[in-house]
Nanobody, 130 residues
Framework: QLQLVESGGGLVQPGGSLRLSCAASGFTLDSYVIGWFRQAPGKEREGVSCISSSTSTTKYADSVKGRFTISRDNAKNTVFLQMNSLKPEDTAVYYC???????????????????????WGQGTQVTVSS
């Protein structure tokens, strides 16, 4: 079973920054696509960003382009989400996820659709408020 653990959430003022971490347990992240998602109260879960397994190609939602940066450190078996210029509308529980299947599609396709991921962390709360 693929286990992911998020950390780094908290309370920050508008315009501030946070860095979220997604650490893998029991497997190595370097051969998996990793996605970051968020869910605000009363809203559906939405894709924020994802990163490929080998080339570190990235994809972002329009709402976070230019403000968020996803990266991976294979030596630490961790994927990061650097969030700058945070806005109140970024407030949500943030999750990282991956796909357990080892098909070629699962290993290379970048997608911000939560339905295409089946292994999820427990989430970390991000609150942007003054």
């Amino acid at each position: 079973q693929l286990q992911l653990v998020e950390s780094g959430g908290g309370l920050v003022q508008p315009g501030g920054s946070l860095r979220l971490s997604c650490a893998a347990s029991g497997f190595t992240l370097d051969s998996y696509v990793i996605g970051w998602f968020r869910q605000a109260p009363g809203k559906e879960r939405e894709g924020v960003s994802c990163i490929s397994s080998s080339t570190s190609t990235t994809k972002y939602a329009d709402s976070v382009k230019g403000r968020f940066t996803i990266s991976r450190d294979n030596a630490k078996n961790t994927v990061f989400l650097q969030m700058n210029s945070l806005k109140p509308e970024d407030t949500a529980v943030y999750y990282c996820a991956t796909r357990s299947a080892r098909s070629l599609w699962s290993r290379i396709v970048l997608s911000l659709d939560p339905e295409s991921y089946d292994s999820w962390g427990q989430g970390t709360q991000v609150t942007v408020s003054s």
